[in-house]
């Protein structure tokens, strides 16, 4: 009677055990078919990007200007879903900072990450002190800092390599390195041709190739140097701009560069919200929403 019993318990303690295996092999089936989500979101003349891992970390690089990201998010994002685990600035100017004051207001953020770049901005000011309020860690970033955002998800930081506090906004610009499976995304915020030049000394071929572009400083002449495009050599190149906006973005000669370099070009001025949904392994499928 005892030996059955003990056998009964060693069944079931194997069959839990089988069952344990099958989920956790699921869940990690479940994952790496999911893909991952990368959306340029129409915030107008700024700057808003979604990112989503497999396993369902979210992260908002920059908040675009005010009233405008609150009608985005619902695009990739549940309405019941009111958690990111981190909003990361490319530069504290107002087009790239603003929607976050409104993102504050509305979502539970996990932390805060940020170039190091200064301005005496009464929003950046807000931005600060609303973080400080909520008690959500600001982390300063830096070069050779990667991102684990799971699922096989990498963000690594390529700039700063140094203090920006003292830079213009612009030239001290996070530039960033996605990517998930044979998909790449060079994130370059506003970065200048001056940090571009820094990355490329810096850097190989190899670190900066990547599928995706989203192209610096909406498309301005004040990015993308031949060099850098060469160097990052995109099938896809993403612009984020205003329709009709003052600044002429995006300009012809950045355009007519990357057409040459080989690149298709997506604007969420002509496009709308543009979400990217990537396998690990093959292409992504994109959907353009225009508003």
């Known amino acids: 009677m005892l030996e059955n019993r003990r056998k009964h318990t060693l069944f079931l303690a194997v069959f839990l055990l089988l069952i ?33 891992s497999p396993t369902g970390s979210k992260l908002l ?27 990361l600035i490319t530069n504290p100017d107002q087009d790239h900072i603003a929607g976050f004051l409104d993102v504050l207001s509305n979502y539970k953020v996990g932390s805060l990450l940020e170039p190091g770049t200064l301005t005496d901005s009464k929003t950046y000011s807000s ?20 991102i684990d955002m799971g699922g096989g998800t990498f963000i690594d930081i390529l700039f700063p390599d140094r203090d920006v506090s003292s830079w213009a906004t612009n030239d001290g610009s996070t530039v960033a390195r996605l990517s998930y499976g044979k998909t790449s995304v060079m994130l370059t915020g506003d970065a200048s041709i001056k940090t571009e030049k820094i990355i490329l000394a810096e850097n190989n071929g190899n670190n900066l190739r990547s599928s995706i572009l989203k192209v610096g400083h909406h498309g301005s002449r004040s990015s993308s140097s031949p060099l850098f495009v060469r160097a990052v050599s995109p099938s896809l190149a993403l612009i984020s701009d205003g329709k009709d906006n003052k600044y002429g973005h995006p300009h012809k000669e950045v355009l007519d560069l990357l057409r040459s370099s080989g690149a298709d070009i997506l604007r969420t001025d002509l496009s709308g919200t543009i979400i990217l949904k990537c396998a690990r392994i093959g292409s992504c499928e994109i959907n353009k929403l225009k508003n």
């Open 20 to 52: 344990a295996d099958f989920f956790l092999f699921y869940s990690d089936w479940q994952d790496s078919h999911r893909g991952f989500t990368f959306a340029m979101l129409n915030v107008g003349q700024g700057d808003a990007l979604f990112i989503e």
């Open 61 to 87: 690089v920059d908040g675009g200007p005010k009233k405008k990201i609150l009608g985005e998010l619902p695009l990739v994002m549940s309405p019941f879903d009111r958690n990111l685990d981190a909003i």
């Open 127 to 146: 931005l600060k002190d609303e973080i400080t309020n909520k008690n959500i860690p600001d982390i300063l970033l830096r070069k050779g800092m990667k």
